[in-house]
């Protein structure tokens, strides 16, 4: 198997999860890959994450580092779009930082079949 067809499939596994997360909820780049049985592969979903535009039905703006810190943002176009997105879904963020991100936080739930 080559080592694209690898990271295709792990990519679509972050994505399967990535489209569960629930409308005004925010998760991290570690509880994905937790959740996929790989929990020191944060930073594969995080490049999972950027080569994720594409995809109109990744909500990849939901996704944040484990403080939730807008990480990703510069990978949005525009200057704010990831935290208007978060904003216009009612999470509020100020100098990319989620204010209540315990509140905000869903956890992925491992047992649920992804791809």
């Not at 484990?66 to 216009?88: A, I």
Request: hydrophobic share 40%; aromatic share 8%.
């Amino acid at each position: 198997m080559k080592a694209n067809s690898i990271n295709d499939n792990f990519f679509e596994r972050v994505y399967a999860i990535v489209r569960q997360i629930p409308y005004g909820k925010v998760t991290s780049y570690g509880a994905i890959a937790k959740a996929l049985g790989t929990a020191r592969s944060a930073r594969m979903v995080g490049w999972a994450m950027n080569a994720s535009h594409h995809l109109e039905d990744v909500p990849a703006h939901r996704v944040v580092n484990r403080s939730g810190l807008l990480s990703g943002k510069h990978h949005f176009e525009g200057t704010n779009l990831m935290q208007q997105l978060l904003e216009s879904e009612g999470i509020k963020v100020v100098n990319n930082q989620i204010i209540d991100f315990e509140k905000h936080f869903w956890e992925p739930n491992p047992h649920i079949q992804v791809l």
